[in-house]
């Protein structure tokens, strides 16, 4: 397989290779190195809110198509399991209801809602059954908040992905935030799934893409943070009107932030506002479509559709219309790597790192 080794020295390193962008075996490669060895967005706890509720889950459909449930057991306990049936591969919920126990629709394969093996019509003559194969695969699950995560490989810990971002906005009140599926969208990306971070992962574009957020967003004290798998953008506002309260326990207090941008590898995008938080999740489709989940949740009424966290729809469109040229032009004979900016793409140059450790 093709080196795509990254100098951690940016001001010597180069891009990585285009071919990570156009070689569908790279892509494919993808799916077990980088996404099932990482943490992905669930959803919210409330989707299994009783005892009793369960809930099936197509993890990151298109792409990895991984299919599972969520259950909340009678003694109230989460879990994350295989919607799988043990016994011939039938897929088992297919909508999300209440029940006492899980029933395979196929050959009737009873199991608990701890994924646990229960019954088995005409299975007494099979020895050495049951055993532990036979109970549901249950996957662990992080819990941010109202938010759940999980990891198919669990090769990482979850603190690695998550841990800076919620010591730094700890003070948020995250559990009262209200999520807004009027205000929650999906948008189709015509560009490869690394690109969209890319792109994301820098302010450098900002005075020359976006006039509306640049208005707002004093750029010369934009900064980014770099954490081991995950990074952070610090868009500092122009006036003290447009920015958060920020209490004495944060590192930041007394100034003028007007968001937070978050990002933790390999997909996932969460961006706070003084109104609340946009979750931004990065979907893989093919090598040149990719899909992106926007999840509104609000916390301050008042504020929303202001300072950085306003007009949201037209900061994706101008996003999308430069990286669909990108994905374009990086299939040109004449382009092989870019360089980085020193001051400007030390996200980027550190996306392109950890994709490179994790591709090794």
Known sequence: MKSFYVDPDISLAK?????????PQIFELCKERIFASSWQFIGHERMAAFPGEVYPINLLEGFMDEPLVLTRDQSNQLHLLSNVCTHRGNLLVEKACSARHIRCRYHGRLFQLDGKFQSMPEFR??????SAEDDLKELPLFNWGPWLFSSLNESRPANQFFADMIQRVGWMPVED???????????TVNAHWALYCENYLEGFHIPFVHAGLNAIIDFGNYRTELFDLSSLQVGMAKDNEDCFELPPESPDFRQQVAAYYFFIFPNMMFNFYPWGLSV???RPISLQETRISFYSYVWNEKKYDSGAGSNLDLVEEEDEEVVENVQRG????????GRYSVTREQGTHHFHQIISSFLK
């Open 15 to 23: 891009t990585v290779d285009k071919e990570f962008y156009i070689d």
């Open 125 to 130: 003559e099979v020895k050495q059954f049951p």
């Open 177 to 187: 935030f209200e999520f807004r599926p009027d205000l929650s969208k999906d948008y």
């Open 280 to 282: 931004n999740l990065v």
């Open 330 to 337: 990086i299939r040109s004979r004449y382009y092989r790597h």
